[in-house]
């Protein structure tokens, strides 16, 4: 077994490495794929590290093929991953001797900046909980994600995407100061446009705490973020709005929606481009633009769902993540470190919220 010594670092004060926490064992595609996207990573981020949590019997003979990642993984053994099957309790009671337990203990005990995984996110969500604690003054934890926009970064952030499926106007009002500053440090905008997600921008529309959570955002937003109200579900990928404040029911629902739609175009493109010869050679004329569109609109390089206000960064990759996917989500780990988002997050949590703290339970799954 590899040694299991703890790695210095301190991610928030500009050490020199950033070392990332990874559950080797929760996607779909395995720790192979997993692997090869911190080859990847390795390739295109120097300055990272990696402790590599799962089954060594599997692993050594992966990473014994990856001559980019030698000197740069630690290799923890787990003898158990949480399956999608697992219930989060189950996985709080008994899982202490799982991948995702030790990715995320890794990041409480200060060996790694961040843990990544694509493994259940309910029980990953438990998990974080468990291990991490809340952030101070926080309510409900969050999960932001990127969605592709008409903005100039190419992304808007959506939160809450599936933490809880429950949020009042005091937890929006939490989650509109928490994606903010994930806006400032992700996307780098100085003063995020905050929007709150409604079935249309009339003032009279919507729900009681919908109402009550536009108020507090109007008095709160000086200094910290720009609200500009109300907004539908046709300005999520617009330039209108940077960040998108939602209970995590509407969330998930619409990032599962804008998931299955893009895949529906991506298949109705290739149908109608392979369809005949004439079809096949305007696809060649048009490779360029094709290939173009394709990354615009290719969910792998939005991949990565943030956990928000928690005592610690952890990046919830998808499930079906391949070695491109998983490595945008590992660059998201990376950027968040660099970026000090968690000393950010803490200070704009304190000084942004007054809602009770009391437990919210990790509900819907990403």
Known sequence: MAPQHKIAMSPDAGSARVVISVDAM??????????AGLVISARGLPDVDFILHGDQAQLNPILAKSPEL????????????VTMADKPAAIMRSGSDTSMWGA?????????????????????????MLRLRKLAGVNR???????????ASGFNIMLDVG???????????????????????????????????????????GRAELHEAHDLLAQDAAGQ??????????DIPSNRVDVIVTDGFTGNIALKTGEGTAKLIGDFMRESFTRNLTSKLAALLSMGVLRHLRRRIDPRRANGGVFLGLNGTVVKSHGGSDAVAFASAIALAHRLSRGAFLARLASRVSTGQTAPASGGEAGASV
């Not at 030698?70 to 053994?77: E, K, N």
């Not at 949020?167 to 989650?175: E, F, G, I, M, S």
């Not at 973020?225 to 046709?234: A, L, T």
């Open 141 to 151: 934890p969050a999960i932001a994600c990127f969605w592709p926009s008409r903005n």
């Open 70 to 81: 030698s000197g740069r993984v630690t290799l923890r053994h787990a003898p158990r991953a």
């Open 225 to 234: 973020f720009d609200f500009i109200g109300f907004v539908e579900g046709s």
């Open 26 to 35: 929760g996607g779909d595609h395995g720790p192979a794929a997993v692997v």
């Open 163 to 205: 933490a809880d499926i429950k949020a009042d106007a005091q937890d929006l009002r939490q989650y509109a100061v928490m994606g903010a500053a994930y806006g400032a440090v992700g996307l780098g905008l100085a003063l995020p446009r905050v929007g709150l997600l409604n079935v249309g921008t009339e003032e009279h529309k």
């Open 104 to 128: 995320v203990t890794s990041v409480r005990d200060g060996e790694a900046a961040v843990a990544v995984s694509c493994g259940n996110t309910g029980a990953l969500m438990a998990v974080s």
